[in-house]
């Protein structure tokens, strides 16, 4: 196999898994990474260098949707950055120290937990609870757009959030994930956000801490241009495509059959990672 | 001059963020493809080796040396570039972020996004 071939195939392949992705609301980098370790054979740093680019891509990407539907709180998303970006830049300083092989197992450990927390449906918002002392302190609390007008709603255990936010982050960095379902838990079991604000909100937060543990593997040599090109541009095409199909149908069934293949790959990356192969 | 203020809602400044982020990455995205076509061409034919972890050339590690390769034209460079524009959105994201709180006269915020911001800059330039 060419060099070509291979970019072909490696477009072909995130852009599957930028549509799978998309469709699950994993997000299309927790797949690639298996995708191009599994199938492909590419070592795991460059693989995690070429995700954390296409999760960057598919962040921002996406913002302009999410925003116009004005659920996201911008005064939550930049405060609980300070806990990301300085957990993502830990998570990336470790990448360099722990063993590959460990690596591999964490990775497939925290894709059966995501593809399990996916499934889950999202608890019920605080409401008309009474105020939070540091949520207000830091003006958190706001209001959302509904058919019967906005619905305010009050965000709490504000430290608890952060310490979430930060091992989000560190995961991030070190596994080139954008941690989306660890940081639904923070948002949506901690601060009790309603799911659509948090949904929104670490939309907007992924990129950001994605941009901290990038610029670290960039300058350890772990971006490889010539194979994060075809990855960064599939998984945008794939995710545009999978974002269009979802608002569209509910797939109920489609989702619950993606999760098993994610589970799938999430063993094989441990069973890998133990026999010592990544 | 509080009319100039106010335009500055927060609703308002999240649609200019997320506008600055969709031209980012499609500005990112095009330079790529420019890249990944000269690449190709030069490369399309020999044999690919991203099973063996070697690391990359210092030329494309750091930001100066991306800058000096691009004047060369090398695929590889081209793309970094591509790479490094998409690395830098978040970045201007939260540099606008600043602003817009200043201009909020939020002091606590301009003060929380500083951090966010300083921490974005060190991994960049420092981080290692």
Known sequence: MNILEMTLLVWLGSVMAGFVGALTGLGGGIIVTPLLTLAFGVDIRYAIGATLISVIATSSGAAAAYVKEGFSNIRIGMFLEIATTIGAVTGASLAAHVPTSWIAVLFGLVLIHSAYASSRPPLPDSGEDGPDRMATLLRMDSSFPTPAGPRSYRVRAVPAGFSLMFVAGAASGLLGIGSGALKVIAMDRAMRLPFKVSTTTSNFMIGVTAAASAGIYLRRGYLDPALAMPVMLGVLVGSFLGARVLTEAKSQKLRFLFAIVVAVMALEMIYHGLAGRL | ?128
């Open chain 2, 1 to 128: 001059m509080t009319r100039f203020f106010a335009i500055w809602s927060d609703e308002r400044v999240e649609t200019i963020i997320a506008r600055l982020l969709q031209t980012g990455v499609l500005a990112s995205a095009a330079v790529v493809t420019l890249g990944g076509i000269l690449f190709l061409v030069r490369h399309g034919l020999s044999v690919p080796h991203y099973s063996v972890f070697t690391g990359e050339p210092s030329g494309l590690r750091s930001v100066s040396g991306i800058f000096t390769g691009v004047l060369t034209l090398q695929g590889r460079y081209v793309i970094q570039l591509g790479l490094f524009i998409l690395l830098a959105t978040p970045v201007a994201r939260v540099a606008f972020a600043v602003v817009a709180f200043a201009f909020e006269r939020d002091r606590l915020y301009v003060g929380v996004s500083l951090i966010v911001l300083a921490v974005l800059v060190y991994s960049l330039a420092w981080g290692a």
